[in-house]
């Protein structure tokens, strides 16, 4: 047992239950930057640890009639295919040092990307709901097509690096269900939505060889307890600031990663 890794467990499933981000897009960066895991080994067993994790705040959910399935089920349709064609080329591709700054450059930029998303919901939030309301007809057709090819996306992005599922798929879900998806309603469908994702993508890992089954017992003794506080705590606690303190905190990790890679 590593009391750190415990903690580390513990603050980002605290983090997932609340706001349905931080499976990834922390405990991946903080792996890699505090820990001294290797990429491989921080992508693989994150998706687990994710997976897992998430498995726990989805029964909390679930149990408060919060999950939208039919949105759930458009996300996996372009999810679950991208991971499966991103596992294909990974496997393809033997990992070698260029490949292996190449991933922990994608992992940063995945950050990056996650905490700008994050930054600009509101506004994207805004849109959808002017263009929901003003043209809906054509909104609402473009409804599903656009919902696969966020999956898509997602599913190439977390088979890579672990990162995005929750921040980005939340991003995605509140311009695209501006009126259907409340807060809580969004949290919890979008984590439904990693679950399967993770673990098709951490199965394909762990069948190369990059998951660490201490590191992840260690995490999950402190991630279990800690994320359904959190889910039961979701729909009480501001949703807007919690967000954008987080989104504060990964645009500083994505700074970190991208200084220890190019300094």
Do not use: E
């Not at 393809?92 to 990307?113: E, F, G, M, Q, S």
């Amino acid at each position: 047992m590593d009391p750190m890794l415990i903690v580390a467990g513990a603050s980002t499933g605290l983090l997932v239950g609340l706001t349905g981000v931080g499976g990834g897009a922390l405990m991946t960066p903080l792996l890699l930057l505090i820990f001294g895991i290797a990429p491989l080994a921080a992508v693989g067993t994150d998706l687990w640890f994710a997976a897992i994790t998430k498995l726990f705040a989805t029964r909390v959910h679930h149990s408060h009639g919060l999950i939208d399935w039919q949105v759930v089920k458009r996300l996996w349709m372009g999810s679950l295919t991208a991971s499966a064609s991103t596992l294909i080329w990974m496997k393809i591709h033997p990992v070698d040092a260029d490949a292996v700054h190449l991933l922990k450059t994608a992992i940063a930029c995945a950050v990056l990307v996650t905490a700008l998303g994050m930054i600009f919901q509101k506004p994207l939030h805004s849109l959808g709901t002017r263009f929901r309301t003003t043209d809906a007809n054509h909104f609402k057709s473009l409804q599903a097509p656009l919902t696969i090819l966020a999956g898509a996306i997602l599913g190439s992005l977390v088979t890579l690096t672990s990162v995005g599922a929750g921040a980005l798929g939340a991003v995605f879900l509140a311009y695209l269900y501006p009126l259907r998806l409340t807060p809580p309603r969004l949290i919890a469908t979008d984590i439904v939505h990693a679950i399967p994702l993770a673990i098709f993508a951490g199965m394909g890992h762990l069948l190369i060889g990059n998951v660490d089954l201490a590191l992840l017992g260690n995490l999950l003794l402190g991630s279990i307890p800690a994320v359904i506080i959190g889910a039961m705590l979701s729909s009480r606690l501001p949703h807007g600031l919690l967000r954008a303190l987080l989104a504060g905190v990964l645009l500083l990790i994505s700074i970190k990663l991208w200084w220890s890679l190019y300094p």
